[in-house]
């Protein structure tokens, strides 16, 4: 079943949650909502649900107005960040409800439950209470129990949050091999875009109660349609600087400006990995520290004339070769994005990379036995 | 959470502590009700038996434990009613509401019975209309079922709202998104979570409803047989100088005071096990 | 946090409220109503002349001395006894932690009784004290134990949540910075438990103004010596009086009501303070 939201408005008081947001989830899509805490996110999901009532708007599923549907009318399967399992009765019991609430018979009831309970690894764990359950388990059971009345549409309100780390990826496998199986109408909030972009077939970007952006990860990623996007989504350095005879300066570095008219004023956002740092002793920045973050690499430095920069490598990458904390480097942009300062509005076409007035430096030569990175 | 002394690590000075506490307890409540129990015993079992016996004591018996019965059965629906709507909605009348549910805990007894004579009692300002009705209330029986649900109406309300504070609302929004009524939802999730604040609630408006003496002297008038409760009973008992009887139904009472007591302790240690 | 909105469910949570609106206007406005307008015919000078009657003015006096000593015994106690359950591990402990309850357990009335065998002529204890001139059966003393026992909880169960959430660390860290015991306890633990005490004693107090089950048997009701304000009410309702009974009343009730709601402002403003509320 499709979704579609139209120009939803709504207040807290003086506060502007929802700010006229309209958007469209095909069915048997998934999609995620990112964004920062308090951006409305939660309240916009909670509002397909029938949770909260918009102050204006309307939402629709499969092209008819959902709006005078009670939440237990709207087939919505609902769960919850904090799970809210319901604490005094069993995990079958739990899973079983909304089961018992449409009157299917227990035979089928019970047959239903173990299926459920099977496919989301949950054998054996029927008779237990969710207190007796870990984290990882209690969400599966609220996905269970969620799926269990085969809802048209799933909705997760930051579903991975409270549990840790390594427990949250495996649970984005479960959702997404779950939604493979199942493949119904989704919907999930996040606040962690690596999550969304790992799960999601769409991800939306929502900031303060508006929809920055929709679209698949690579075209977030490559194409972000305002400055917030661009920041929000990986990791980026931010100047804020002028267009002077068309480049940008940061430092001693200069980034080509094409098309953008002189004195501009803009924000220039370059991704951590849009940038090639390598060991040059005539280069333009030192490096300050170099992190080891796992498989990446993360080296900070300082551009000749004050400015801070990171980037970020693979940890084989060759790049690193004879690189360390205090030598001189050289500073390659691969892709960087120019957004009119204040409007926060649309951006300007991305700079030729790899251009600067210095003279360009070839790529390394590579040691013949080094992984390319 | 604080540190605890051992039994065996307790210095002198913590000792006297210790010491001090037990014969305060001690003076004050264990004593009072030892006389009681030794008193009772003492004069043998002939007076429980008379009282046993004596039509005037068990109507006595019978009529607060049916006072009480109501008591629960309306106040434990207000109690549950009024919760969900105090902590559940927002309305401009929820201050009042609020301070009108600790109001019976602020008055005197005796003030409540005056305060229901005054509305249905000689004078007063339903007076016409329970004569048209012809309905009597004061020095009968439903003066002292308004006396009791005034007395006894906090508890109940007061500690099933104080769990529901605490449960928050999402497994109720749980239960909506799964197709669940109003109603379902009430019965199969919000009930079952609030249960132990309910049976204490339930248990203090049984013991104060047991204890209610000062509101339905006033409202009932201690007419024997028709008004007079266990506690009036004790009472008359006192004032007629039949100590025998008196301290016969005190200590049924004050044996049915402890077994609530357990009660209470019991359901306190069952909600800490939970938790 | 807005109630699960959308249609359907406005209409329960409206009938619900407008009943139990309906049940505490009747069974708890409409009669407090009725005392306040009866008490207040006199206006406030009639308030005055009531009270200050000479029997019902002794009788608020009493009251009034009986509850403070009350409250001073109750306030040092009970502080010790939250102490001792909360800090200490003895033998007993859960015995006397369950017996705290028991006033709350127990028919004012029945204490009363209790009293009545324990300190009256009849008794060992009492005649005893007779024999060494000390009268307190049917005198005050009499009517401080029956407040004493009945409001016995009321500072106990103030103070130990606030001793229970008490961080040791902080009592560590004092010591480390060479704090004595006299001085831990003085800055470091007293200050937080203050507020407990306080508050709970303010409600013992106020809620021994209105005693009377449990005093009515054993103090004698004498006038001017051992009649308490609430029995002087009861006794002009008998003696049909109820306008004078319910300006005292009146008065008494306003009484109780502010000292609970000070009670109720300290524990908000120390809720608010740990992060609760």
Redesign the interface.
């Known amino acids: 079943m499709g979704i579609r939201v139209s120009n939803l408005i709504k207040r807290f008081g003086d506060f502007v949650a929802v700010d006229n947001v309209s958007l469209t989830v095909g069915r048997g899509e998934l999609v995620a909502f990112v964004g920062p805490s308090g951006s409305g996110k939660s309240t916009i999901l909670r509002i397909i649900?029938?949770?909260?009532?918009a102050d204006s708007g309307s939402v629709y599923f499969n092209g008819e107005p959902a709006d005078?549907?009670?939440?237990?009318?709207?087939g919505?399967?609902?769960v919850?960040q904090?799970y809210?399992?319901?604490?005094?009765m069993t995990v079958a019991a739990n899973v079983a409800?909304?089961l018992r609430?449409?009157g299917v018979a227990r035979p089928e009831r019970e047959r239903r439950v173990g299926d459920l309970l099977d496919l989301m690894g949950l054998q054996g764990l029927g008779q237990r209470y969710p207190s007796q359950l870990s984290g990882g388990q209690r969400q599966r059971v609220?996905l269970a129990?969620?799926l269990a009345?085969q809802p048209k549409v799933l909705l997760l309100d930051e579903p991975f949050g409270a549990v840790d780390a390594k427990v949250r990826e495996e649970l984005r496998h479960w959702l997404r091999k779950l939604h493979d199986e199942v493949r119904v109408t989704s919907i999930f909030v996040t606040h962690d875009q690596e999550e969304a972009f790992s799960v999601a077939d769409r991800v939306m970007v929502i900031q303060r109660g508006r929809l920055e952006q929709s679209g698949r990860p690579d075209e977030i990623l490559d194409t972000p349609a305002t400055e917030f996007v661009a920041r929000f989504i990986g990791e980026a350095n931010v100047y804020e600087t002028t267009v002077h005879e068309g480049c940008a300066a940061v430092g001693r570095l200069r980034v080509a400006a094409a098309g953008l008219a002189e004195a501009t004023a803009v924000s220039l956002v370059i991704r951590f990995y849009d940038l090639k740092f390598w060991r040059d002793d005539e280069g333009i920045a030192t490096v300050v520290r170099m992190t080891t973050l796992g498989d990446r690499v993360k080296v900070e430095a300082l551009i000749d004339g004050g400015v801070r920069i990171f980037s970020q490598f693979p940890r084989r990458s060759s790049l690193l070769h004879g690189m360390e904390s205090g030598c001189r480097i050289h500073i390659v942009p691969t892709l960087t994005r120019f957004y009119p300062r204040g409007a926060g509005g649309g951006s300007v076409p991305a700079a030729d990379p790899a251009q600067t007035p210095e003279k360009a430096r070839p790529i390394l030569e590579y040691p013949a036995n080094s992984t390319a990175f | 959470m604080a540190r605890l002394e051992g039994a065996r690590s307790l210095s002198p000075g913590q000792c006297a502590v210790v010491l001090t506490v037990c014969a305060y307890i001690g003076l004050v409540l264990v004593l009072p009700i030892v006389a009681l129990v030794s008193r009772a015993v003492a004069q043998g079992p002939a007076p429980l038996l008379a009282a046993a016996g004596d039509p005037a004591a068990r109507g006595g018996l019978v009529l607060t434990l049916v006072l009480a019965a109501i008591a629960v059965l309306a106040n434990g629906i207000a109690g549950v009613v009024g919760a969900l709507v105090m902590v559940r909605q927002r309305f401009l009348a929820r201050r009042v509401l609020d301070a009108l549910v600790d109001m019976p805990l602020a008055v005197s007894p005796v003030m409540t019975g005056l305060a229901f004579l005054l509305v249905f009692g000689r004078g007063g300002w339903l007076e016409p209309a329970l004569g048209l009705l012809h309905l009597k209330v004061t020095f009968a029986f439903p003066g002292l079922v308004l006396a009791t649900l005034f007395v006894t109406f906090p508890f109940t309300l007061r500690e099933v709202a104080y769990v529901l504070a605490e449960l928050g609302t999402d497994e109720e929004q749980a239960a909506v998104t799964l197709g669940a009524s109003a109603w379902q939802t009430f019965w199969l999730i919000t009930l079952p979570n609030i249960r132990f604040g309910l049976g204490n609630g339930i248990v203090l408006t049984l013991a104060r409803a047991l204890g209610e003496f000062g509101a339905v002297l006033v409202i009932g008038g201690a007419i024997s047989g028709k008004t007079q409760t266990a506690t009036i009973f004790i009472y008359n008992a006192v004032e007629e100088r039949q100590e025998p009887a008196a301290y016969a139904m005190a200590l049924v009472l004050a044996f049915a005071s402890i077994a609530l007591l357990v009660v209470i302790e019991w359901l306190k240690r069952r909600r800490s096990a939970e938790n | 946090m807005s109630s699960i909105a959308a249609p359907g469910t406005q209409g329960h949570g409206l009938a619900l409220r407008a009943g139990i609106l309906a049940y505490v206007g009747a069974l708890i406005l409409i009669p407090l109503s009725a005392l306040l307008f009866r008490g207040l015919e006199g206006g406030l000078a009639g308030l005055r002349e009531a009270v200050t009657e000479s029997t019902a003015w002794q009788a608020v006096l009493l009251t009034l001395w009986t509850a403070a000593i009350m409250a001073v015994v109750n306030a040092l106690f009970g502080t010790l006894t939250a102490w001792a359950l909360v800090r200490y591990r003895f033998p007993g402990r859960g015995m006397i932690s369950a017996l705290v309850d028991l006033p709350f357990a127990v028919p004012t009335l029945v204490t009363g009784v209790m009293l009545v065998t324990l300190l009256g002529p009849q008794s060992v204890l009492g005649g005893w004290l007779a024999a060494q001139r000390m009268q307190v059966a049917f005198a005050p003393p009499s009517i401080v134990l029956a407040l004493l026992f009945v409001t016995l909880p009321f500072v106990v169960r103030a103070v130990e949540p606030v001793l229970m959430e008490q961080d040791p660390a902080e009592e560590e860290a004092a010591r480390t910075l060479g704090a004595g015991t006299w001085t831990v306890f003085l800055r470091v633990l007293l200050p937080p438990m203050m507020p407990a005490i306080l508050s709970g004693t303010i409600r013992s107090f106020a809620r021994a103004l209105g005693e009377f089950g449990s005093i009515v048997v054993v103090s004698g009701n004498i006038p001017y010596r051992t009649l308490t304000a609430p029995i002087y009410i009861f006794g002009e309702i008998e003696s049909g009086q109820p306008a004078r009974a319910a300006a005292v009343s009146v008065v008494l009730l306003a009484a109780a009501l502010a000292l609970n709601l000070g009670a109720r402002g300290i524990e908000r403003i120390t809720g608010a303070r740990h992060g609760q509320a």
């Open positions: 649900a029938g949770l909260e009532s005078h549907l009670h939440a237990s009318a709207r919505v399967g609902f919850f904090h809210a399992l319901f604490r005094h409800f909304g609430v449409q609220a129990r969620a009345p």
